[in-house]
């Protein structure tokens, strides 16, 4: 009864509020909906859109707010009411002055990057394709199809299921006659390989044995070890608040390194709500949910070649951010920009799009050829071209046409051509916490570009306008000043043009003054 009645209390005071400004924040998974104008109630402690949370607010008119702790916010009408009383920090006029004052102060720019092939090669992972059928010979034979099929070499994702069980970081000698064989040649094509880990360790399993005895384990309240139920079942897990476990941990992933060969890991399910799930006692006694999710995202810290899909108030931090899996669908392709572009101001510039045409593997079962829309599929990855990274996932070549085939495979070309200038803003990002990814508002305050979601700034130079329907033309609203396109041709800014896109072109506008 306390907890509806106070939903209700929430529910008034948003709804009772005067609309008066842009917000964005809280969660990248929600950018989509960003600046918040529609209502939306959220709960940062147990929810977390399948992706990255800070306990931030940001306004058009160089506001903020922040949190030290998880807390429920309610959006209505433009304006933000959260169950802590926030106090709302004035420090300039733009929403680019509001993010840089608060990064500074609550998650500056460490000066380190990822690997830097992250953002000068795509990246290439398997679950599509195999999903828990990993195994070594579909492994070499995708990365060789990369390869022969124009595509560039870069990092390649191992995903879920190689390994012998949940805790343990043994190939399966089933599937995998010589890991070390197959890494070593993957290396040889001028690949740098990951692998797919968790937080979880099989219940039933010598590593748990061995884990909850030395105390490394979320206990329940009887002493024992907590069981919590995530998408792959019920799993004991690590309790990295507990800084002996967390070296163990390390430990244990740099000793599969020196053995295989391994460049790297994809840190994954170390989501808020896992923890949710059940009860549970850590080592730190004060430690919510959302402090184990930054206790996993921190063991990436060790590693360069990583990825994260769920964070927690870890921005400014050289960790590589993934978008949340998104459908094979058009809305999915149309909430890619605008969620690119919360990542940027929540503090995670290092970060990828998703994957090509999405990463929900359920989408690409049982594939109808004569009715899959390959132009989505070209659309997705001319959104990726000129993000900060660009991920395969499902093979091109297996679902494409040569003709849409070719268009993607230049696109891939395009984000390497890019990579140069992809990595000055990287390096900028780590010395100054400056996004790669802006959206309109923030490089161009109060031009009346807050509520435009389908076009981006990479850097300062470039406006990226992908095509993010089923057209074959858009309208593009070129912020004052003087533009030229890729083709060559100069417009003046301060208007919006409708212009023609076939399904090969990836409008993008160069600022020359």
């Not at 001028?190 to 099989?202: A, D, L, T």
């Not at 593009?476 to 212009?499: A, F, M, N, S």
Request: aromatic share 14%; net charge neutral.
């Amino acid at each position: 009864m306390r907890r509806l009645a106070y939903i209700s209390v929430l529910l008034g005071l948003c709804f009772g509020i005067q609309a008066q400004t842009y917000w964005w924040g809280a969660a990248v998974g929600l950018g989509h909906e960003q600046p918040y104008t529609e209502y939306r109630q959220f709960n940062l402690l147990t929810e977390d859109a399948n992706n990255q949370l800070v306990p931030l607010f940001l306004s058009s008119e160089g506001e903020y707010m922040w949190s030290d702790n998880a807390f429920t916010f309610c959006a209505k009408q433009r304006n933000i009411i959260t169950s802590e009383q926030l106090q709302t920090v004035k420090v300039g006029t733009t929403l680019r002055e509001a993010y840089m004052a608060a990064q500074q102060k609550y998650f500056p720019a460490n000066g380190m990057l990822p690997d830097t092939l992250f953002f000068t090669k795509p990246q290439y992972n398997t679950w599509i394709e195999l999903m828990y059928n990993q195994n070594q010979e579909d492994i070499l034979k995708y990365a060789h199809a990369i390869i022969d099929n124009g595509f560039p070499a870069g990092v390649l994702m191992i995903d879920d299921n190689w390994q012998r069980y949940y805790g343990n970081f043994s190939f399966k000698a089933e599937r995998f006659p010589d890991a070390k064989q197959m890494i070593d040649e993957l290396h040889s094509l001028g690949f740098k390989v990951m692998v797919w880990i968790c937080p979880f360790v099989s219940p039933d399993s010598p590593e748990a044995r061995d884990l909850a005895e030395k105390g490394y384990l979320l206990r329940n309240s009887d002493g024992g070890t907590a069981i919590l139920n995530w998408w792959n079942g019920y799993s004991a897990c690590y309790d990295l608040t507990n800084p002996k476990a967390a070296e163990h941990f390390i430990n244990v992933l740099r000793q599969a390194q020196s053995e295989y060969g391994i460049d790297g890991f994809k840190f994954d399910a170390g989501d808020n709500n896992c923890y949710a799930s059940a009860p549970w006692v850590a080592y730190d006694k004060q430690a919510t949910n959302v402090d184990h999710t930054t206790s996993w995202a921190k063991i990436g810290l060790s590693f360069p070649v990583n990825e994260y899909r769920a964070c927690w108030k870890m921005g400014g931090q050289p960790l590589v951010q993934r978008l949340g899996d998104k459908d094979y669908s058009w809305p999915a392709v149309q909430s890619l920009i605008p969620q690119m572009c919360t990542a940027g101001l929540l503090g995670y510039a290092y970060a990828c799009p998703d994957m090509v045409g999405g990463g929900q593997f359920t989408s690409f079962l049982n594939i109808d050829e004569d009715k899959f829309d390959q132009a989505l599929i070209v659309r997705s990855a001319q959104v990726h071209a000129l993000m900060p990274m660009m991920q395969f996932s499902v093979a091109p070549w297996r679902i494409l046409s040569k003709e849409n085939l070719t268009i993607v495979q230049q696109m891939a070309k395009l984000h390497e051509q890019f990579g140069p200038y992809i990595m000055k803003y990287a390096h900028q990002a780590a010395k100054t916490g400056e996004p790669i990814v802006r959206c309109m508002e923030y490089q161009f305050p109060h031009q009346g570009l807050a509520e435009v979601k389908d076009q981006f700034m990479l850097g300062d130079k470039y406006l990226v306008a992908p095509v993010v329907t089923n057209a074959l033309s858009r309208q593009v609203r070129l912020p004052k000043g003087k533009w030229r396109d890729e083709l060559g041709k100069k417009y003046k800014g301060g208007k919006t043009y409708t212009i023609d896109v076939p399904l090969s072109r990836l409008p993008y506008f160069e600022k020359i003054k």
